[in-house]
C-alpha cells in the first residue's frame, strides 16, 4: 500500500510540473479582448495586443477581407504592437493578429469577421453654423457669434485658422488668424472663434499650417441684422440701433412707424468699410402703443427692407420739483398716454389732486396740483385715465415736510456716514440719531431753516438695510435706510501654500448664516462655522489645493453677502523620500520585490508614489504605482520584473496636492529561477522518491 501511494504522489508532482508546458505546446494564447487600434492617421494605425507566453508578432491586413498584406515583428514578446504605415486617407481597412513561438502558432481573425478600422481624410475644415448674423459687438470688430471649426489633419503640427485672408491678424481689417490648434498626431481637433465683423455676403476660412501654407478653405456667408436697444420705454428715450453684416459702404435708412404712418424724423448714413452703422434715435413724442424701427439698404435704386424691430412706447409721469413742503405747488407732466385720452386724473398719496385732464394728439398733458397736509415724508405721485391704467404708470416719489438723507446709501462698517435732516422745526433741540435703535449722534440742533448735520461712524452691522432714524423734541422721528456691504477687514498671511493656515476677520455679513471660502474657485474643506449676529466674520481654515499666483479669495454666506481679495498662492515643496530596499546594485533572484523607503511627517496625509525604469533616466516606465498610504510596498506576482537591471525612485504627496522632488534613485538586478529548472529539480524528486519506493517494497519482500 505504501509502494502505490509514494508513486500516485511522485506522479501527481511530475503532471503539475510538465502540464503548464504541454499548455504552451499549442501555441501562444492571444487575449482576445486585448487587440486594439490606437494612433489612427491618414496613412498609419498601431494594432496591439497580448499573449500568454513571449511570441512573435505579424499583422495581415488589407482593404477586403481576403487582405493580401501583413507586417511582422521577429522579437518575442507578450505585449505586441505593430504599427502599419503607408495606408491611404479614409480607407477601411481589416486585419488579422498572429503570433508564433516554438510550440505552435496562434491567430485570432475576431472569429472570422476580422477586425477593421478606416484611416483619417488627409485635411479638411467644416464649420458650425455655415451662415449667421453678427448680432452684436462684444469687443473692438469682434461679433457674439461663436463659430465651431471642426480641422482634420493627417499629421502633428501647428495649424492656423484664418478669416478672409492667409495671414496674422490684422485689426484694422478684420481679417487674418481667428484661431491656432497644436496637433499631436494626426486626427480631428476642434476649435471656436467669434465671428469677426464683416460685410454681407461670403466669407473664406482656411486651415492652413504654420508658416500659412493653405491646406483646405470653407465658406461662411453673412446676413445683415439689426439690433436695438431697448426695446420699449417712454417718449423720449435714446435707443441704439446697431446695423451689421451690410454691404460696405451701402446707403442705410431708419424710419419710425406706427402700423403705415411714419413718425419722428427719418435717419440715414452709409455703412464702413465692415458694413456696420449705429446711430442713436430719440423716441418722439407720440402715443403709447407698438411702433416698428424699419431698416431700410439701398440695392442699386431701389431701398430694400433689411430689418424691423418693434419698440413700444410706454406712460411715464414726471414732477417738478420732487420735494417740498406743505402747500408747495408742484407740476405733473404725462407723456405716452392714448392719443386724446380723457379723464386723466392725477394722485397724491391715492387721493385725487386733479382730474379731468385731457391728452392731446401725441398722448400728452401736463396739471398743477398742490401738496395736502401730510407727515413729513415719501409719498407717491400717480396717474390714470380711461385707457391708461395707474398701474402702468410708473410712480413719481415725492419728498415732504420733515426728512434725512445719509450718505453714503451703501457703506462698509468702519466708514463715516453723514446724515442731512430737513423739514424739522427752524432752531429745533434735541435732535438725535439712531441706527438700528441705537443712539449714535445725539444734541443736535436746527437751524433757523429747520436743517441740520452730524455723522457718525458705522458700527457693527448686518447684511443688508438697516434703519436709520432722527426725531427732535418736537419733530417726531423719521427714517430711512443705509445699506450695509460685506467686507474682508483682513486675511493673515495674505500668501500661502495649499495646506497653510489662514485666519480671516470680517464685517457687514449677514447674521447667524454658515459661512463657505474658496480660493481660486476651490471650497475650502471643513466646517467654517457661522457669522456672529452682528455680521462680524473670524474664521481660520487651510488653503485648498490650486494653481500657484495670484487668486481671488472669496468667502460668502448662506444669506447672500460676500466679498474677495486677491491670495498670493505659494508652490510648496515636500522634502523628498529616502529609499532603502532593495539597495542600490543589489541583486535579487525573484521578480516580485519588496521596495521600502523613509517616509517624511507633516500636517498632512502623505502618499508616496512608485516607479521602476529598465533605465536611468527613467525614460520610459516599466511599473509605476500611486496613492501608497505606508513607507513600503510589494509588487504583485501578475506584475513580477523578468530579468534585468531595473531602477527605482519614490515621491510624497499630500492630500493637498503639495509634491517633493524624485528621490535619489536606486538600481537592482532581477534574476528569477527560470521555468526549466524547477522542472529538472521536479524530476530528481520524482526519481528519488521512486528509489525510495523500490527499496521498500524489495526490502519487505527478502523478510
Not at 89 to 94: E, I, L, R, S
Not at 611 to 623: C, V
Request: with cysteine.
Amino acid at each position: 500500500m505504501k509502494r502505490i501511494q509514494a508513486t500516485v504522489i511522485a506522479g501527481l508532482l511530475l503532471l503539475m510540473l510538465i502540464l503548464p508546458q504541454l499548455t504552451l505546446a499549442a501555441g501562444p494564447g492571444i487575449v482576445h479582448e486585448s487587440v486594439t487600434v490606437s494612433a489612427i492617421t491618414s496613412s498609419s494605425a498601431t494594432i496591439t495586443w497580448t499573449t500568454n507566453t513571449s511570441a512573435d508578432s505579424r499583422v495581415n491586413y488589407g482593404t477586403i477581407t481576403a487582405l493580401g498584406q501583413y507586417k511582422s515583428d521577429s522579437n518575442n514578446v507578450t505585449n505586441h504592437s505593430v504599427p502599419l504605415t503607408g495606408l491611404n486617407p479614409d480607407t477601411k481597412y481589416y486585419f488579422e493578429v498572429e503570433s508564433a513561438d516554438a510550440s505552435g502558432t496562434s491567430i485570432d481573425n475576431n472569429s472570422g469577421i476580422f477586425y477593421s478600422f478606416t484611416t483619417r481624410p488627409a485635411y479638411s475644415i467644416t464649420l458650425e453654423p455655415a451662415c449667421g448674423v453678427c448680432g452684436e459687438l462684444i469687443d473692438v470688430k469682434t461679433c457674439n457669434e461663436v463659430i465651431k471649426v471642426t480641422a482634420v489633419v493627417a499629421a502633428a503640427g501647428t495649424y492656423h485658422v484664418c478669416w478672409d485672408s492667409i495671414k496674422e491678424w490684422d485689426l484694422t481689417k478684420s481679417e487674418g488668424v481667428v484661431g491656432t490648434f497644436k496637433a499631436t498626431t494626426a486626427g480631428s481637433y476642434t476649435l471656436v472663434f467669434f465671428l469677426p465683423e464683416a460685410k454681407k455676403g461670403n466669407h473664406t476660412v482656411y486651415l492652413t499650417t504654420e508658416t500659412y501654407v493653405e491646406l483646405k478653405k470653407a465658406t461662411f456667408e453673412i446676413f445683415p441684422s439689426v439690433k436695438i436697444d431697448p426695446e420699449e420705454g417712454p417718449v423720449g428715450t435714446a435707443v441704439t440701433i446697431n446695423c451689421y453684416g451690410f454691404a460696405a459702404l451701402q446707403d442705410i435708412r431708419v424710419n419710425f412707424f406706427q402700423g403705415e404712418v411714419k413718425k419722428g424724423e427719418e435717419k440715414t448714413g452709409k455703412a464702413d468699410a465692415k458694413g456696420s452703422w449705429e446711430i442713436s434715435y430719440t423716441i418722439p413724442d407720440t402715443p403709447s402703443g407698438g411702433y416698428t424701427f424699419k431698416v431700410e439698404a439701398k440695392e442699386g435704386t431701389v431701398w430694400v427692407t433689411r430689418g424691423s424691430k418693434y419698440f413700444k412706447v410706454t406712460p411715464k409721469i414726471t414732477a417738478t420739483p420732487d420735494s417740498g413742503t406743505v402747500g408747495r405747488t408742484l407740476k405733473v407732466e404725462g407723456t405716452g398716454f392714448a392719443e386724446n385720452e380723457r379723464n386723466i386724473q392725477v394722485t397724491f398719496d391715492g387721493e385725487v389732486r386733479a382730474a379731468n385732464i385731457p391728452a392731446n394728439e401725441k398722448g400728452s398733458w401736463d396739471a398743477d396740483i398742490t401738496i395736502p397736509p401730510r407727515k413729513g415724508g415719501t409719498y407717491i405721485i400717480g396717474a390714470s385715465g380711461t385707457v391708461t391704467r395707474a398701474r402702468d404708470v410708473p410712480d413719481v416719489e415725492f419728498i415732504v415736510g420733515a426728512g434725512i438723507l445719509v450718505e453714503p446709501g451703501l457703506a462698509y462698517v468702519g466708514d463715516t456716514i453723514t446724515v442731512a435732516g430737513g423739514g424739522f422745526l427752524p432752531g429745533e433741540t434735541g435732535i438725535k440719531v439712531t441706527f438700528e435703535g441705537k443712539v449714535v449722534a445725539a444734541d443736535v440742533t436746527a437751524d433757523r431753516t429747520g436743517c441740520w448735520e452730524t455723522s457718525f461712524v458705522l458700527p457693527a452691522s448686518t447684511h443688508g438695510d438697516n434703519r436709520v432714524s432722527a426725531s427732535g423734541r418736537t419733530t417726531a422721528a423719521v427714517e430711512t435706510t443705509l445699506t450695509t456691504r460685506a467686507g474682508i477687514e483682513s486675511v493673515s498671511p495674505i500668501e500661502g501654500a495649499p495646506g497653510d493656515s489662514v485666519t480671516l476677520i470680517g464685517s457687514g455679513f449677514s447674521g447667524n448664516k454658515k459661512l463657505t471660502v474658496t480660493v481660486a474657485g476651490k471650497t475650502v474643506s471643513g466646517d467654517l462655522g457661522t457669522t456672529k449676529s452682528n455680521g462680524d466674520v473670524v474664521i481660520t481654515f487651510r488653503v485648498p489645493a490650486s494653481t500657484a499666483g495670484k487668486q481671488t479669495l472669496v468667502v460668502k454666506d448662506e444669506g447672500g453677502a460676500e466679498d474677495s481679495v486677491t491670495f498670493t498662492v505659494k508652490t510648496k515643496v515636500l522634502p523628498s523620500p529616502l529609499p532603502i530596499l532593495p539597495q542600490d546594485e543589489s541583486k535579487l533572484r525573484s521578480g516580485i520585490v519588496t521596495f521600502q523607503w523613509q517616509g517624511i511627517t507633516g500636517g498632512s496625509e502623505i502618499t508616496y508614489t512608485l516607479q521602476i525604469s529598465e533605465t536611468a533616466g527613467f525614460t520610459s516606465i516599466s511599473r509605476s504605482s500611486s496613492g501608497i498610504e505606508e513607507l513600503s510596498t510589494q509588487l504583485p506576482k501578475e506584475y513580477a520584473l523578468p530579468k534585468g537591471t531595473y531602477y527605482w525612485r519614490v515621491k510624497a504627496v499630500d492630500d493637498y496636492g503639495n509634491e517633493s522632488p524624485w528621490s535619489d534613485s536606486s538600481s537592482f538586478t532581477a534574476s528569477p529561477i527560470p521555468t526549466w529548472v524547477w522542472v529538472v529539480v521536479g524530476l530528481v524528486v520524482l526519481i528519488g522518491l521512486m528509489v525510495v519506493a523500490y527499496r521498500e517494497t524489495k526490502f519487505k519482500v527478502t523478510e
